[in-house]
């Protein structure tokens, strides 16, 4: 919806910026006139510059102050490429400058004010009360408190978390409380829980616990049928967070949901854009992998490259190729360890590639031998994945696709260093091989850049 709003704000500004001059007398002809073609090219790089920085990301519509912060850069990337490609089309047209040249940048300006004044009503107007999700929570334990921690969280403006209830059981009948209020309904009367739910004007149940015979069957259905949504907490994450608990789920749920289907005409489009988004980055990148190089050599002993086994599809090893960012004998006793916040094993130029993700570019060349994909989970280390295969189960179903040089973890949680991040980015990589989609790939690609640009995770 966002997307559609701020295209039909630039078609407006296009059309303004036409009918502006002759509205004013001074003269006949517009000093900018957009074809069709330029009006659809000027809105995909709109679109593509404000996804890339997030803009349309949950965080950025729900906290004003995230939107803002990106809304910022979004105004840079967007005055400054347009109002150069202008200047140099009016130079190469032997056009003079004037104040009418002048009135492309206000333009702009007037439609990045425009986009920013849409923005911010639309914020408003979805944190009013009656736009937002009124959340009942129906279990105890871990998952329920992580789950009222989750819609009680900064950027959750749009849910209303009314209460959470550790159980509901007719034995118990027991009245339901409100802070110090006493609900007149108990949980023998007759659909009670329902009733319960309609006096807190109740959107949405989210049921959590392992057990599910321990919760009143009967009584959710109830309340579907009053027009209520009951969920359990793994499709409230997955909707809302875009993972997977791993802890959560076993064989027959993984069995029976859909997704995690790998076909073959899936792989073969997959690899086949691999190959061409590979060769042309390759090409792109090139002038700038020699600078990158140089400093390396110039700041400190040793190889550029660096060279390390990861485990790949179906378990195969590999080598995996990165610019060298650590002292030569980063690991002299031949011990892996994780990478540590202020690491004093990166050196100062490491230190640069890393927060801007430079360090992994080689990795291109794993992509075109076949051992890596553009998009995907993250290769780890064998001495990590024997750790991690005892402690995390279903660890070894991102070994089933080819591992990635960015992948869903990577745009949504920050830089992995204990067995803790390893569980929680597992979460985002079984949500990306239960989609498995190619249009998810391409969503990836470009928030790749807002991590890049926000240096999000970088050690």
Same mark, same amino acid.
């Given at each position: 919806m966002l997307a559609c709003?701020?295209? $039909?704000?630039?078609?407006?500004?296009?059309?303004?910026? %036409?009918?502006?001059?002759?509205?004013?007398?001074?003269? !006949? %002809?517009?000093?900018?006139? #957009?074809?069709?073609?330029?009006?659809?090219?000027?809105?995909?790089? &709109?679109?593509?510059t404000a996804t890339s920085v997030g803009l349309y990301n949950n965080d950025a519509v729900q906290d004003f102050r995230v939107f803002a912060k990106r809304f910022l850069l979004v105004w840079q990337l967007l005055f400054i490429p347009l109002v150069a490609a202008y200047a140099v089309t009016k130079i190469g047209a032997g056009s003079p400058f004037g104040w009418r040249a002048a009135l492309f940048p206000v333009a702009v300006t007037a439609f990045v004010v #425009?986009?920013? $004044?849409?923005?911010?009503?639309?914020?408003?107007?979805?944190?009013?009360?009656?736009?937002?999700?009124? /959340?009942?929570?129906?279990?105890?334990?871990?998952?329920?408190? $992580? !789950?009222?921690?989750?819609?009680?969280?900064?950027?959750?403006?749009?849910?209303?978390?009314?209460?959470?209830?550790?159980?509901?059981?007719?034995a118990d009948n027991v009245p339901p409380r409100i802070g110090n209020v006493v609900l007149a309904v108990a949980p023998s009367e007759p659909a009670a829980l329902?009733?319960?739910?309609?006096?807190?004007?109740?959107?949405?149940? !989210? /049921?959590?616990?392992?057990?599910?015979?321990?919760?009143? !069957?009967?009584?959710?259905?109830?309340?579907?049928?009053?027009?209520?949504k009951v969920v359990d907490a793994l499709t409230f994450w997955e909707r809302e967070a875009g993972l997977?608990?791993?802890?959560?789920?076993?064989?027959?749920?993984l069995a029976f949901s859909s997704g995690?289907?790998?076909?073959?005409?899936?792989?073969?489009?997959?690899?086949?854009?691999?190959?061409?988004?590979?060769?042309?980055? &390759?090409?792109?990148?090139?002038?700038?992998?020699?600078?990158? $190089? #140089?400093?390396?050599?110039?700041?400190s002993r040793g190889p550029v490259?660096?060279?390390?086994?990861? /485990?790949?599809?179906?378990?195969?090893?590999?080598?995996?190729?990165?610019?060298?960012?650590?002292r030569a004998d980063a690991e002299k006793d031949g011990v892996p360890r994780w990478a540590a916040t202020a690491d004093d094993r990166v050196t100062r130029v490491g230190h640069f590639i890393r927060m801007v993700?430079?360090?992994?570019?080689?990795?291109?060349?794993? /992509? #075109?031998?076949?051992?890596?994909?553009?998009?995907?989970?993250?290769?780890?280390?064998?001495?990590?994945?024997?750790?991690?295969? %005892?402690?995390l189960p279903n660890y070894d179903l991102r070994h089933r696709v080819r591992p990635g040089i960015t992948g869903w973890a990577q745009v949504n949680y920050p830089y992995g260093a204990s067995i803790e991040d390893a569980k929680r980015k597992l979460s985002y990589d079984l949500f990306y091989l239960k989609k498995n989609d190619i249009l998810l790939d391409l969503a990836i690609l470009v928030q790749t850049v807002r991590v890049v640009l926000f240096a999000h995770g970088a050690r």
């Open positions: 709003l701020d295209s $039909a704000a630039l078609l407006l500004t296009a059309h303004s910026l %036409e009918l502006l001059p002759n509205c004013a007398g001074c003269f !006949v %002809e517009s000093p900018v006139r #957009l074809d069709p073609i330029q009006t659809i090219l000027l809105t995909g790089f &709109l679109l593509l #425009l986009l920013f $004044a849409l923005h911010g009503a639309l914020a408003w107007w979805l944190g009013l009360s009656f736009m937002k999700t009124r /959340v009942l929570v129906l279990g105890a334990g871990a998952g329920a408190q $992580a !789950v009222t921690e989750f819609l009680n969280g900064p950027g959750r403006s749009h849910f209303n978390h009314v209460q959470t209830i550790s159980h509901w059981r007719a329902s009733r319960f739910a309609e006096m807190l004007r109740t959107d949405e149940i !989210v /049921v959590t616990g392992d057990d599910k015979q321990a919760f009143p !069957v009967t009584e959710l259905l109830e309340c579907k049928l009053r027009g209520i997977i608990d791993a802890s959560q789920i076993g064989p027959e749920w995690f289907v790998f076909d073959q005409p899936h792989r073969f489009l997959k690899r086949t854009i691999d190959l061409i988004i590979s060769a042309a980055f &390759l090409i792109f990148v090139l002038p700038m992998c020699l600078l990158v $190089a #140089l400093a390396i050599r110039l700041e490259f660096y060279r390390q086994e990861r /485990v790949g599809l179906n378990g195969r090893v590999f080598q995996l190729w990165k610019f060298r960012s650590m993700r430079i360090d992994e570019i080689p990795q291109v060349i794993n /992509v #075109l031998a076949g051992d890596m994909s553009f998009i995907g989970p993250r290769p780890e280390r064998p001495f990590f994945v024997e750790q991690l295969r %005892e402690l």
